[in-house]
Structure formats: structure tokens, C-alpha cells
């Protein structure tokens, strides 16, 4: 043992979920969007003149944060911008966690909440989801540091309404409330038009999924002008220039289409709707999903074994070992195609 | 005062540097790169399919990490990547600097490293350079939690030689110690070849100075193993994806052009020392520089001065109101052409 050593910081290696690039591989485990992003994008890459990469991007990103701010019919000193929401979020917990008393989320969560909470130092408890898996909202009806959930929850899928999130406010109003929108645009329904009364309030989303995006790194927060600014601040402490030249433009041409989003969420949720509807006539429990995937258990089979049985056959969903959810799937939804291998397969294993 | 108000960070809005784009600005204060990266990278954005950014990026930056070990003789295990040399810094910052022990950095040098331990919460002290702006090795001669300094420095433009860093690091064997070699490819010595010897030591670069893509986010930390999956595991319990897939692909094809990188660095080094030599011809003392830029003061008129009367005329260089610099300029070598624009103007004002 070095002395050395002894100045690292100990931390437990998180490891990213399973990739693969195998040919003929049906991904729908990591909740891609099996849709090319708008082709306002494609054009961007075209006509973008690399000359410009030399110069350092507009750490503002006033343009996305426009395009954004009129899209929601916000201010845009009320979007923040980061590397995707992983870092949206991270830099949340930094800027609206420093009370040290515990935050709280719900036990089946994003699984990046507690991660987060370690390296940062922010204290945590879970609360835990209800036997149907759904958020209890007198679970957070204590002293607390800060709430965050997902809405959307993810892995679960379930969706709540704006009264739903306004009771949760209402009884925190003394707290920093995180949602996390992840998964909004496909059937959810967003709490954006709680923001002019809770000033409190942050709503973090991403253009991974809904937007086709995930290559490029696009998360926000949609809040208060002074939350936006603490962001701002703590953001400018860290890195300044979080989101690339090529990215604030790809994201901009992508909010300025909003034809071709709302037909792609369009189709992902139509198929969505029908792959749930055939794995329910396969004797799986699926989960009434508001998301871009499925939650679902097999009546009979275990949740282990088909993950496997379809791994073998390249078709790769996601299986989480954790307690109280650990007989279920998670199934992204792909082309209607790419669903009927999977639904093909199934049939086989079943 | 809300009670939400007191769960906030308390944080100084770190400013980032003044930007312009005004119309026919010369733009010398950012230490941008006057050529346009390799004509590889304008090649990346017109054959890239959109399509693909759908996916997640590669976590792992395994064609980057293995462009960049073939380059520079290492293995891709020694290569740890990073959305610009800020987050790897930052990054740094949390993996290496946790003992609680004071950290060591000169007084002058890098502006965001005591905005990064006032975030981070890591304690620092700074020991002074010598009246020449010289570091002197001997002050990080005592008991401390790390050390870090640019090589060259900045603003200073002052390289050290390889019997310089390894006399820092005979004497701090204890602890990590950090070579910010931002802009080493302008003529400085890299202290790669001491890496083989001493596996306390990071050496972080970047491609926003020499390689013409700040606008791209990419730096990246060369160490031992150890090191690197140090750095990996902080960074997987931040955020798994922080460089994004059109990144990757363009600072790939950048590192594989060996030929044009020499090139573009060997004209900013010739344009650098002809304008050193007509400063002085014009009473300016400028530092000897091994970077990008220059650092000067005149023997009659003030820097500030200087500084506001080349604004006036769209010249943008970089001044500080420090203590010890504060009649200093800092100029970035642009293309020969704005240089004569510069020196004319200088001229003028003279």
C-alpha cells in the first residue's frame, strides 16, 4: 500500500448498463428510441462548417434555452442546460441538497438517485412505492432534506396527474421538489403548469428518449429563474461549457420540429399500447405504462429465465436482480417490427 | 425569505470569461485556435447518419482511448476521458484530492482551481511563484494533500523542463500530483516519459488549443491504471455518458491526423515568436512562451489601458485584475493576419 493511495476517494465502481453492438441484435434494454432523430439534425451535421469546432460553444446556450423556452411557453431564464439529465440532475443534488438533512425518493426508483447521494455526500431515505408499485404521496408528509421522483417512475412506467404532484408540493413546501420527466412525452402528463405557483418547483427532462437524442447528451430543468441561477452557478464552478457546439445545435433543430416529435411519440405509443396488449394474452402482467417501455411479469415463468431465453436469441431487455422487483421485466419499445421478434421469441420460450 | 431558500448551495457565481462575436472582431482572448481543426473532422460531420444518435453514446470511449494510447505509446487502461480538461480536472479534483490534507497550486495559474475546491470542498493552499512568475519546486516541499499546476503555466506562459516536474515529484511521492499540460503542444516539454516511473502522477490535456476543438468538449487524463479506474468510477457515479457520440467520432479522426496537428501547432509557434519580437521592439517585456499565447507588459503604459484602447478598436485580449499580473496582458497568437491587425493597432495606441 502506497501512501497515495490513502488520498483517493473510496467509491464503490458504478457500472453502466450492458451495450452491445452485435449485428442483428434487437436492442430494448436501455430505452432508445428506434426512431432517427428529426431530419433538421441530419441537416445540422450537413451544413455545420467544422471551422467553428475551434472556437469555445456559447456557454449561455442562449438559442437551445430560447428555442426550449418558447416550445414551453417559459422565460429563458427559467431553462437550464446540461450534458444530458444525469448531469441536469447531478448538478440539481448539488445546488438544492446542501441542507444535510435526508432527501427523499422511492425505494423502485431511477437507480442513479442513491449513487448520486454517495458521491455528493447527500444524506437519503427511501421511501417505499405501494404493493402496485405506486408512489404513496403521504410517504414524503415528513422533515426532509429535498424530494425527488421520477414521473413517469422508472422502472415501473406508472404515471401520475398534476393533483397527484401538487399534494406532494403542497406538503413540501419547504424543500426543493425534483421531478424527473424523463419519460413524459409518451402519454404522461406533465407538471409544468405548477411552475407559476411553486417556485420551489424543478422539472428536469431529457431529449434522449422522446427526442431521439441520446447520442448527443441534451438533459434541462425548467424552474424558477432563482433555482435556474443557483444552477447556473454551481454549474459554472464545475465546468462551463457543459454542452458542445454540435449538440446546442442539433438540440435546437430538433424543439424547432415539432411535427415530427409528436409523430414519433405518436407511433412509439401506438405500439407501445399493442405490444402490451399481446404480452397480457401471453399470461405476463404488464403494467399500464406512461413511458417508452414496459413493465411486465410472467404469470408462470420466471423473469430471470425469459431475460436469458431472449438474450439467447439477441434480443436484449433489461432484468434488474433488486429486491421487490426482481420477477419483472423491463421492455423498451422498438419498431413494430423489432416488437414482433420479441413478441415471436416470447412465444417461443413461453 | 422562503424556507426552501436556506436548502440552496451558497455559491459565488463563477463568471466565465467575456465573449463577443461581433463582426469582424479580431478574437485573441480565449486561447482559441485560429486554424480550423483537421479536415478529418469536417469529414466525420458529413458522412455521420443522424440515425445513430439515437443510441447512447460508448461509455468507455474505446476507439478515443485507443486513438489516443497509439499516440502517444500507452496502454488504453492509462487513458481516462472527459467533456473538456475542466470536468477531467473537476473530476481529479474529487477522485485524488480526499484526504482533507490541504492541496498545493501557484498563486498564479489556472483560475479554476480554487473555484473547483470551494465547490468540491477540498482545502487548499497557494504557494507564491517567484518574482520572475517562475514556480518554485521547493515551495511544495511540505506536508499537503495533492498538487496541481499547468505546465506551462497560465497565465504565464512559462514551461518547465522534464528535471523540473520529476523534482516535484521525487518530493511528493506521498500524494497525487497533477501536470495540467493544457498547452503543451505549443513547444513544451510533456512529462509523459515519467509516467513509466512514477504512478502518482496525472497528466491532463486537452483538444480545445491545439487540436481546434473547443467547441467539442474533449480532454483527457494520462496515468497508471489505478488512476484511470479511479477516475472512472467517480466519473460512472456522475454521469456515464459525458462525451457524446459525435465527440468521440471527430476527436478520433483528429488524433489520427498526425500531419496536419504538427503543422497548424508549428505555424502558431513561428506566428508566436515573430509577434513576441515586435512587441519587444515596441517596449513591451513578453514572457518566453511555450503556449499559445503571449504574456506582455510595457514599460510606459499601463495594461488596462492597453487593454480598453485595443477593445475600443475590436480587439479582444485577455486582462486580469489581480494582484501581482494586473499590468499584464495576455494575447492568443491568432493567424499571422490578425497579428499585423494587433500590432497596428498597438501602434496606434502606443
Chains 1, 2 share one sequence.
Not at 421487490?324 to 417461443?348: F, H, Q
Request: glycine share 6%; net charge neutral.
Amino acid at each position: 500500500m502506497k501512501l497515495w493511495q490513502d488520498k483517493l476517494r473510496k467509491i464503490d465502481p458504478y457500472v453502466p448498463g450492458e451495450q452491445s453492438d452485435a449485428p442483428g441484435l434487437v436492442k430494448l434494454n436501455a430505452n432508445e428510441n428506434p426512431y432517427p432523430p428529426s431530419p433538421r439534425v441530419q441537416a445540422v451535421l450537413r451544413e455545420t462548417n467544422a471551422a467553428s469546432l475551434r472556437f469555445y460553444p456559447d456557454a449561455n446556450g442562449t438559442d437551445l434555452r430560447a428555442a426550449l423556452a418558447r416550445h414551453f411557453g417559459l422565460r429563458p431564464e427559467q431553462v437550464f442546460l446540461g450534458n444530458g439529465s444525469d448531469d441536469v440532475l447531478a448538478l440539481c443534488f448539488q445546488a438544492f441538497f446542501a441542507s444535510g438533512q435526508p432527501i427523499l425518493f422511492p425505494d423502485i426508483t431511477y437507480s442513479f438517485y442513491p449513487v448520486w447521494c454517495d458521491l455528493l455526500r447527500v444524506p437519503f431515505e427511501c421511501v417505499p412505492v405501494r404493493d402496485d408499485f405506486r408512489i404513496d404521496p403521504r410517504a414524503f408528509d415528513r422533515p426532509n432534506g429535498g424530494v425527488v421522483f421520477p414521473n413517469p417512475n422508472a422502472p415501473t412506467s406508472l404515471g401520475e396527474g398534476l393533483d397527484f404532484i401538487e399534494d406532494i408540493l403542497r406538503h413540501n413546501q419547504d424543500c426543493i421538489v425534483i421531478v424527473d420527466e424523463a419519460y413524459i412525452d409518451f402519454g404522461g402528463v406533465s407538471c409544468l403548469p405548477l411552475l407559476e405557483k411553486y417556485e420551489n418547483l424543478v422539472v428536469v427532462q431529457t431529449m434522449s428518449k422522446s427526442r431521439s437524442l441520446a447520442g448527443l447528451r441534451i438533459g434541462y430543468a425548467l424552474c424558477s429563474p432563482t433555482l435556474a441561477a443557483t444552477l447556473e452557478a454551481v454549474k459554472n464552478s464545475y465546468n462551463s461549457y457543459t454542452l458542445d457546439t454540435l449538440a446546442l445545435a442539433c438540440g435546437t433543430a430538433s424543439v424547432e420540429d415539432d411535427g415530427y416529435f409528436r409523430e414519433t411519440c405518436a407511433r412509439i405509443v401506438a405500439t407501445r399500447d399493442k405490444t402490451a396488449e399481446q404480452l397480457r394474452a401471453m399470461g405476463f402482467t404488464v403494467l399500464p405504462s406512461q413511458t417508452n417501455f414496459l413493465f411486465a411479469t410472467h404469470r408462470t415463468r420466471s423473469a430471470k429465465e425469459v431475460f436469458e431465453a431472449l438474450k439467447a436469441k439477441n434480443i436484449f431487455v433489461r432484468y434488474f436482480s433488486k429486491p421487490r422487483i426482481d420477477n419483472y421485466l423491463r421492455i423498451t419499445i422498438g419498431t413494430p417490427k423489432e416488437m414482433e421478434k420479441l413478441l415471436s421469441a416470447m412465444k417461443a420460450i413461453l
